[in-house]
């Protein structure tokens, strides 16, 4: 077991590694010069060759790519993620003012993908071919359709018109004002849980038909075992093995997820300031918040590996 923990980290170091230096080039190939977002048009036309030259120098943009790298990532094991162009504060600072707003929508959603998703799944899976089983096969198929975005808008402008309610629009702390957190995160939370639901629904489905066959399964109901016993203590156990993995996959889906669906409710999390770090051509903020996203995926994928090979006593870590 231990073997196989270090060989995940290993592998998760160098995905992490490669996933740098992508998101570092990207950010330096993107079409656009990044003065312009700083001083705008008339700015950079005012600008003499010496005052672009000091301000690219400034801005650690006029070294040879290899040093950018280098500080960057130096800059990030220090824990310095570098600063906004058009704000006062840090990237780290506003990591930390939003990233807890995002973390919690995030939770929440998979929380109600499950409580959504499993119950479907089970009635899907007992009564195959049925008309509850095609009512969720397309539900399934329709939640999957939609887009995020969309469905948040439909609900925002639903309640904003018939009952004249909008979510408040600044920050909470949970444990000190937890109504005004529920009421900021519920609505994203709910569009990204149905859409996860849809998922989960569809391969807890599949995952049980096929263990609700199994040998074992059969045994225990020749035995006289009760049917919800069954299905509870024999099957559904296997049956969620790879709804958890699937989960995890999901759980940084949603980080992506988020942005055009926590812009679409205003909530200020981290998706909202990735769309105005691309709206505004904030290199900064944009370059470390992928990464941020691309290092909590890599770690959510190793932590639901670990997970698997914990609860599978079937994995062998040859």
Do not use: C
Request: no cysteine.
């Amino acid at each position: 077991m231990l073997r196989y923990v270090a060989r995940r980290l290993g592998l998760g170091v160098l995905t992490v590694f490669g996933v740098s230096v992508v998101v570092f080039l990207i950010m330096r190939i993107l079409p656009g010069d990044p003065l312009v977002a700083v001083l705008g048009s008339d700015g950079m036309q005012r600008l003499t060759e010496e005052q672009r030259t000091a301000y690219l120098t400034d801005l650690g943009l006029n070294a040879p790519l290899y040093q950018q790298y280098l500080g960057w990532m130096g800059d990030i094991l220090r824990g310095d993620f570098g600063r906004s162009f058009f704000r006062s504060e840090s990237v780290a600072d506003m990591i930390l003012r939003r990233g807890p707003l995002t973390a919690q929508i995030a939770a929440l959603s998979v929380l109600l993908s499950w409580v959504v998703g499993i119950p479907v799944a089970i009635v899907s899976a007992l009564r195959p071919n049925s008309v509850a089983d095609g009512a969720v096969r397309f539900l399934s198929i329709f939640f999957l359709a939609v887009p995020g975005f969309w469905l948040g808008m439909l609900i925002v402008l639903g309640l904003l018109f018939a009952f004249g309610y909008r979510a408040p629009l600044t920050g909470a702390d949970l444990l000190g004002d937890p109504w005004t957190t529920l009421q900021m995160i519920l609505g994203p939370a709910i569009v990204l849980g149905l859409g996860q639901a849809a998922y989960i629904a569809r391969m807890a489905r599949s995952s049980l038909l096929e263990v609700i066959r199994e040998d074992y399964v059969r045994t225990a109901r020749a035995k006289g075992v009760n049917a919800r016993a069954v299905i509870r203590l024999h099957a559904l156990p296997n049956a969620l093995l790879p709804v958890i993995t699937l989960s995890g996959i999901l759980l940084g889906f949603v980080l992506a997820g988020s942005i055009p669906v926590e812009r679409a409710f205003g909530a200020p999390g981290l998706g909202q300031a990735m769309f105005q770090a691309v709206s505004e051509r904030d290199v900064f903020v944009m370059q470390n918040l992928v990464f941020l996203y691309a290092v909590v995926f890599v770690v959510l994928n190793i932590v639901v590996d670990i997970l698997i090979a914990w609860l599978d006593p079937r994995i062998r870590y040859a």
